[in-house]
């Protein structure tokens, strides 16, 4: 810290002599001096690299700043050459490091480089007024200044620690470090390297038929052919580092390096152009897609072996490799033929050795499982969706690209797992055998799921844009069968189950053949669930879970699009027609695989799977995720064919079978049927849902709560959550008639919350469904006499509350360890939130209304001060929502809060004045910032109109003053923090500037400050000129002369610096 503070002041003398005293530990051969001094150098460049000012030390944040920057630009680069030359020295008579000595010189150097190479240089170019706050943490690349062009202009760099490396990768605390530098070498990018010469590419043809996307990552083009031209030391860096670490690695990874070296070939990947890579000699470009290949195949089998196990030691690894083989398939055609083979035949192994990994023989190699390694149905355990959402994106993405072996391997485990399904025989079936089918077919919709809708960029219709141009130029050049009607094909899947390609006449197209296989598996299992006990079934729940949700991609994929598509001449042979028709010269996308709403077959489907749907909901209510899937179909059913699902006659019998009390995704579901109903042109089929569905929950409702039994709460618990789907459905044009709808359950509100105070999961579930009324559904309401209507519910709801349930925390005592007890408050202020946002949305209230109606959260907002002690804001999501309330209070309505009582006021005021002490943590000092601010701000407006000014309101603001001035010179590192305390600050000189003045002279006054008082008198002066110009009238206080002020108090902190006190 003495070397920084100096660094300023007399750098050159300063470094001068940190630079001689440490050749004088390294030129002397006692290794015990080289070891210290390899530890000063960390230590001096650890205090240099940040810009984070201690807390008992004045030094600004702009002394940091400016401090890192003069140490960078003369300092850091003779310390990394120091480092380099000593440890050059050690390895040159030691190479092996054998002694501990000799691994503490190496380990401390290693820890420098690795520092040195994360480091993160200021930006070239700054922004007028702009600044950035940099933090100690590792950059994502190395970027150093032009001055540092010498020390990597013959890539020497590269070989020494390739070859350090080698020497030490096996002491894994050693390899830790020296991994990172590898990385950070790896990501080496800017001006160090000089130009990287061409590197603009022409991306195949990608999104709208046609259209040619230019990728340009950064620089100029040139037409010189790459042949002829020299290599430029960007090209030969990163040959070089390619080379080399494939010399090194490609015998040999150790399981502790292959993270890293993961991460390694990421960042040479992704942190250099692609057409550097384009620019390698084709040995090394082979070698390099063999290198990524290899490991990634070496890695696939393991990573998910134990991934399946819940182990994600491995998982980053493949998924690095993954994210760089993505972009080199992507831009297979930018390199010569055979490098682009090459990808291509290692992208099929890539998605065989994956699809092996994860089924069983005769198609994979997936071990056999024991008892509960397969399907753990413990509900806490996440799903394969989840735990591998990132790689079976990966793979589907590659799966577009090998649409051909893709299609067909899938094609024959369906069929064959298709066909040992039908053999089956139920009574003398291995239950283990049975897991390894159910396992194997989870794994392969998964994929295929992923591969038909997770992965494009773009899509054609429905289908993702990769699969739909196959369909297309196969029709084109009559590689597949093109219909004119796909219904007949896919009734028969649905008929007779299951449907064999092999016995079809013509080659069927890739999104065909899926459709083919994954309906003849719909229909089979909708037998089984029908026909067969569930407890007998073939089918697990998992399973169930993973065949809902690909089936529902499915249909979103056999969805045409609402509006039709225009045909693409880009599919046209130039100078001959097309092998359809005289008159077409063009292949039209209305010839892809679809199930055209209103259809028979779309019909079918529909009743299929509502009796699927029902008798998972009806018969496996345990099942909450399966329910969830279930809720999710049927979701999807609505959204893309909502009028065959009103249409049919079986949803109406069917939910009259549903006992709500047993379903565990009740509120989605009754969600969904609302959405659908929205979604309905046919004012019938609206009132059939009204009448058939919606209606009988209102009289069971009606009814439970004539019943004083001992289990009515639970069951109004549940109806309650139907009720808020009902309201979380509410959109513009159904908003009215819903509200009106609910009608009774309001006015049972109050009652109930009175008469059942001690249920509760009641109370948390009718203040749920209040806050998602408030919210959603009340949102809509335009109504004046609607919305005086639910504020005289919401009164009488906070009424209620009050006298029911606020005794409860009167003295809640460590409250910090349980916020399930305080979950009710938390909705409850939530409530008032809502409230008070609704209030001013309507342009047409006058102000006297939104005063009025302002004071339902006002009204909350009084019985909830008295009792809001330290201990129950300590619990972070209350705390949360209650400054919440506060700031919407101070910044929608100001001019209510001023008609409150002055107690009231001052409690308010007080949890204001507690969070600006950092009672609650820094977010809450931030919060109770832009609460002073806000009230500061009104009183300011109220100015400008000519309007008389709350004196009981400015008066307590203004005592505000010298905590939020206070603030400013402690946060000054904070952005936000800093941000906003100079903004609020700069309010209140331009509320009151005599306030701020007189507190200036009680600062001045203070015997700390008699001895710098001229200085500071002065500094101060300055910082007031920014806040008085034009008199500071409130017409000027505009965002840029905020800034100006807050730039003006940067400066007035570097003047004050050592020399004002404030205590």
């Known amino acids: 810290m003495i070397i920084k503070r100096n660094s300023l002041v007399a750098h050159e003398n300063t470094f001068a002599d940190l630079l001689s005293i440490l050749e004088t530990f390294f030129n002397n051969e006692n290794q015990k001096l080289q070891s210290f001094g390899l530890q000063i150098i960390e230590l001096v460049a650890t205090e240099f690299s940040t810009i984070w000012r201690s807390s008992n030390i004045s030094i600004t944040w702009d002394f940091h700043l400016n401090a890192k920057k003069q140490f960078e630009d003369v300092l850091l680069k003779q310390l990394m050459q120091l480092s380099l030359r000593t440890l050059s020295n050690l390895l040159s008579t030691s190479p092996d490091l054998n002694s501990i000595i000799e691994q503490q010189i190496c380990d401390k150097f290693l820890r420098v480089a690795s520092l040195i190479f994360c480091w993160n240089f200021s930006p070239k170019y700054l922004y007028l007024h702009f600044k950035v706050i940099i933090s100690a943490l590792r950059s994502n690349t190395f970027r150093p200044p032009e001055s540092w062009h010498e020390l990597f202009k013959d890539t020497s760099i590269i070989t020494f620690f390739m070859q350090m490396h080698s020497r030490i990768r096996f002491n894994e605390r050693l390899c830790e470090n020296s991994m990172v530098c590898l990385t950070q070498l790896a990501s080496l990018i800017g001006d160090a390297l000089g130009p990287s010469g061409p590197i603009a590419v022409v991306m195949p043809l990608v999104g709208n038929l046609g259209e040619r996307r230019l990728a340009t990552v950064m620089g100029g083009i040139s037409d010189e052919p790459v042949s002829s031209r020299k290599p430029i030391l960007h090209d030969l860096y990163v040959q070089t580092f390619v080379s080399q670490m494939i010399d090194l690695f490609s015998d040999m990874v150790l399981d502790h390096e292959m993270v890293s070296l993961s991460l390694v070939i990421y960042k040479l990947f992704t942190c250099h152009p692609i057409l550097i890579f384009e620019r390698f000699p084709d040995e090394l470009l082979h070698r390099f897609v063999d290198f990524v ?94 735990v591998f959402m990132d790689i079976l994106c990966d793979i589907g993405f590659f799966c577009l690209y090998s649409i051909d072996y893709f299609v067909d391997f899938v094609t024959r485990a369906i069929v064959q797992r298709l066909v040992e399904l039908t053999s089956l025989n139920l009574q003398t079936v291995d239950s283990k055998q049975l897991e390894i089918w159910q396992e194997d077919f989870h794994w392969i919709l998964l994929i295929i799921g992923h591969f038909i809708r997770h992965n494009s960029y773009s899509y054609i219709g429905n289908i993702p844009e990769e699969l739909a141009l196959k369909c297309l130029k196969g029709y084109q050049s009559g590689e597949f069968t093109k219909f004119d009607d796909f219904s007949p094909l896919f009734q028969n899947c649905i008929d007779t189950p299951p449907f064999n390609p092999a016995n079809y006449p013509g080659r069927l197209d890739p999104v065909t053949l899926i459709s083919t296989q994954i309906l003849s598996w719909f229909s089979l299992e909708h037998q089984m669930l029908i026909k067969l006990d569930p407890n007998a079934s073939l089918l697990s729940p998992t399973l169930c879970q993973t065949s809902l949700w690909q089936f529902s991609l499915l249909m979103i994929v056999l ?15 130039e100078g001959e027609e097309d092998n359809w028709g005289e008159d077409q010269s063009r292949i039209s996308v209305k010839y892809l695989p679809s199930i055209p709403p209103k259809s028979a077959l779309s019909a079918q489907i529909i009743q299929m799977s509502l009796e699927k749907m029902f008798t998972i909901l009806t018969k496996m209510p345990g099942e909450k995720k399966l329910c969830s899937d279930v809720i999710k179909l049927l979701i999807s059913l609505a959204e893309y064919r909502p009028l065959e699902l009103a249409e049919n006659e079986n949803l109406y019998s069917l939910f009259s079978g549903i006992d709500f009390s047993n379903l565990p995704a009740r509120r989605q579901f009754v969600k969904a049927i609302v959405l659908m109903g929205g979604m309905l042109e046919l004012p019938i089929l609206r009132q059939r849902i009204h009448e058939t569905i919606l209606e009988p929950l209102i009289q069971r409702f009606l009814a439970l709560c004539e019943a004083r039994d001992s289990i009515v709460n639970s069951r109004l618990t549940d109806l309650f959550e139907c009720f808020t789907g009902i309201a979380d459905a509410g959109q513009a044009d159904t908003a009215r008639t819903l509200f009106k709808f609910l009608q009774p359950v309001y006015e049972r509100c109050i009652p109930l919350i009175r008469n059942c105070s001690q249920s509760q999961p009641l109370i948390v579930s009718i203040l749920a469904f209040l806050k998602s009324n408030t919210d959603v559904l009340f949102f809509y309401v335009e109504s004046k006499e609607d919305i005086q209507s639910y504020h005289n519910l919401l009164i009488g709801v906070i009424n209620a509350y009050k006298d029911t349930q606020l005794q409860r925390f009167a003295s809640f005592e460590n409250a910090t360890d349980d916020e399930q007890q305080t979950q009710d408050l938390t909705t409850f202020i939530e409530i008032l939130c809502l409230a008070i946002t609704k209030t001013y949305l309507p342009l047409d209230l006058s102000e006297a209304s939104a005063i009025d109606s302002a004071k339902v959260s006002l009204h909350g907002l009084e019985i909830l001060l008295p009792m809001m002690s330290e201990d129950l804001l300590k619990i972070p999501l209350l705390c949360t929502s209650f400054f919440r309330l506060l700031i919407f209070i101070s910044d929608i309505a100001p001019e209510a809060i001023v008609q409150v009582s002055e107690q009231m006021l001052n409690g308010f005021l007080g949890c204001v004045q507690s969070a600006l002490d950092n009672t609650f943590g820094i977010e809450r000092v931030r919060s109770a910032l832009e609460i002073v601010n806000n009230f500061a701000s009104h009183c300011v407006l109220q100015i400008q109109k000519g309007q008389q000014v709350s004196p009981l309101l400015a008066e307590n603001i203004l005592k505000f003053i010298p905590k939020i001035f206070e603030l400013a010179m402690q946060f000054s590192c904070e952005l936000e923090i800093f941000n906003e305390a100079t903004s609020t600050l700069f309010t209140l000189i331009g509320l009151n500037q005599d306030s701020f003045k007189a507190y200036l002279n009680q600062l001045l006054s203070l015997p700390s400050n008699i001895e710098n008082k001229s200085a500071l008198e002065q500094a101060f002066t300055k910082l007031l000129t920014s806040s008085s110009d034009d008199e500071a009238t409130p017409r000027n206080f505009t965002a840029s002369k905020k800034r100006n002020f807050q730039i003006k108090f940067e400066s007035f902190l570097i003047e004050v610096s050592g020399a004002l006190c404030l205590t």
């Open 293 to 386: 290949a290899k490991n990634i195949l070496k890695l696939t089998q393991p990573t998910i072996f134990l991934a399946m196990k819940n182990d994600q030691t491995y998982s980053s690894a493949l998924g690095n490799l993954f994210q760089v083989w993505r972009p080199l398939l992507r831009s297979a055609h930018i390199f010569k033929e055979n490098i682009s083979v090459l990808i291509e035949s290692h992208n099929v192994a890539i998605i065989e050795t994956f699809i092996k990994s994860v089924l069983s023989p005769p198609f994979g190699n997936r071990e056999k499982p024991t008892s509960g390694e397969i399907y753990d149905e413990n509900e806490d355990e996440e799903d394969d969706r989840i």
């Open 559 to 573: 969805t045409p699009p609402s509006s039709p598509l225009e045909e693409d001449s880009s599919f046209a042979k």
